[in-house]
């Protein structure tokens, strides 16, 4: 049991943390061999980075750097000599792969916002004006309204975030 867990990586992580590493040395590797001659090479490469490594580690997401963590990286990385290079940028890539996590607020609407909406359902036929909502099936409403209701929160949680960096 103890090894089936493991595999499906809630038992310590073993298989996570080996295909991380096989994972980053291959970028690694791939981003060494891209010639890069200015800041926007420079941040499509790492861009490009995030963006494999998103896609092979299957059910983690990684955040990707501002693009002021990305220039500042840059001007320190041009500046070195050759054999440093390699060894900031996977300094940088370590230190900013960082798992995105699920806040709460997004974990109660997800799992508050069914309910509500079958309610609100429920409640929208007998109204004259929403007769209309009759006619759309359950299984397409409460998907949908649970979509929405999580783009919402996401969103709202974005234009929070920057108005407190500001």
Same mark, same amino acid.
């Given at each position: 049991?103890?090894?089936?867990?493991?595999?499906?990586?809630?038992?310590?992580?073993?298989?996570?943390?080996? +295909?991380?590493?096989?994972?980053?040395?291959? !970028?690694? $590797?791939?981003?060494?061999? #891209?010639? &890069?001659?200015?800041?926007?090479?420079?941040?499509?490469?790492?861009?490009?980075?995030?963006?494999?490594?998103?896609?092979?580690?299957?059910?983690?997401?990684?955040?990707?750097?501002?693009?002021?963590?990305?220039?500042?990286?840059?001007?320190?990385?041009?500046?070195?000599?050759?054999?440093?290079?390699?060894?900031?940028?996977?300094?940088?890539? +370590?230190?900013?792969?960082?798992?995105?996590? !699920?806040? $709460?607020?997004?974990?109660? #609407?997800? &799992?508050?916002?069914?309910?509500?909406?079958?309610?609100?359902?429920?409640?929208?036929?007998?109204?004259?004006?929403?007769?209309?909502?009759?006619?759309?099936?359950?299984?397409?409403?409460?998907?949908?309204?649970?979509?929405?209701?999580?783009?919402?929160?996401?969103?709202?949680?974005?234009?929070?975030?920057?108005?407190?960096?500001?």
């Amino acid at each position: 049991m103890g090894m089936l867990m493991s595999l499906m990586g809630s038992g310590g992580g073993l298989p996570s943390s080996q +295909m991380m590493n096989f994972v980053f040395e291959r !970028v690694s $590797k791939q981003f060494m061999e #891209t010639k &890069i001659n200015n800041f926007e090479e420079f941040h499509v490469a790492t861009l490009d980075i995030f963006s494999a490594i998103n896609s092979a580690l299957p059910g983690k997401h990684y955040d990707v750097p501002s693009r002021d963590e990305v220039k500042a990286v840059f001007d320190v990385w041009k500046q070195a000599k050759e054999e440093r290079k390699k060894e900031i940028f996977q300094g940088f890539i +370590m230190e900013k792969v960082n798992l995105s996590k !699920v806040d $709460k607020t997004t974990v109660m #609407t997800g &799992i508050l916002t069914p309910p509500v909406a079958m309610a609100a359902k429920k409640a929208g036929e007998k109204v004259p004006q929403l007769k209309m909502i009759k006619a759309v099936p359950d299984v397409l409403f409460v998907p949908s309204a649970t979509v929405l209701s999580l783009m919402s929160v996401k969103i709202s949680r974005r234009i929070f975030m920057r108005n407190i960096r500001s």
